[in-house]
Nanobody, 124 residues
Framework: QVQLVESGGGLVQAGDSLRLSCAAS????????MGWFRQAPGKEREFVAA????????YFADAVKGRFTISRNNAENTMYLQMKHLKPEDTAVYYC?????????????????WGQGTQVIVSS
């Protein structure tokens, strides 16, 4: 398993951009597919984006397509979520996740590691 720590959350206005980072410990980071989930108050945790171990394949929830991008730097054991044109409905705690298969992240079934979460608040 890898240990995951998110950072970069904060309070922004609608239309702003924000970049989240996920730092992973361990020498096996490059063998994991990675992803982001979010959980808004009173709602279930939902899938946001995923990236394959190589970075060649990415997946996004419909709600964020065209606004969010996901990337990773295996040399630095770090994954990113670039969020643009933020909306109040993007307000949530964002969690970093790791799994051996990218489809397991997309389906939220088989995630092996979670971060502690970082809060994003988008004001209108």
């Amino acid at each position: 398993q890898v240990q995951l720590v998110e950072s970069g959350g904060g309070l922004v206005q609608a239309g702003d951009s924000l970049r989240l980072s996920c730092a992973a410990s361990g020498r096996t980071f490059s063998s994991y597919a990675m992803g982001w989930f979010r959980q808004a108050p009173g709602k279930e945790r939902e899938f946001v984006a995923a990236i394959s171990w190589s970075g060649d394949n990415t997946y996004f929830a419909d709600a964020v397509k065209g606004r969010f991008t996901i990337s990773r730097n295996n040399a630095e054991n770090t994954m990113y979520l670039q969020m643009k044109h933020l909306k109040p409905e993007d307000t949530a705690v964002y969690y970093c996740a790791a799994a051996t298969q990218v489809t397991w992240i997309v389906r939220n079934a088989g995630v092996s590691s979670w971060g502690q979460g970082t809060q994003v608040i988008v004001s209108s």
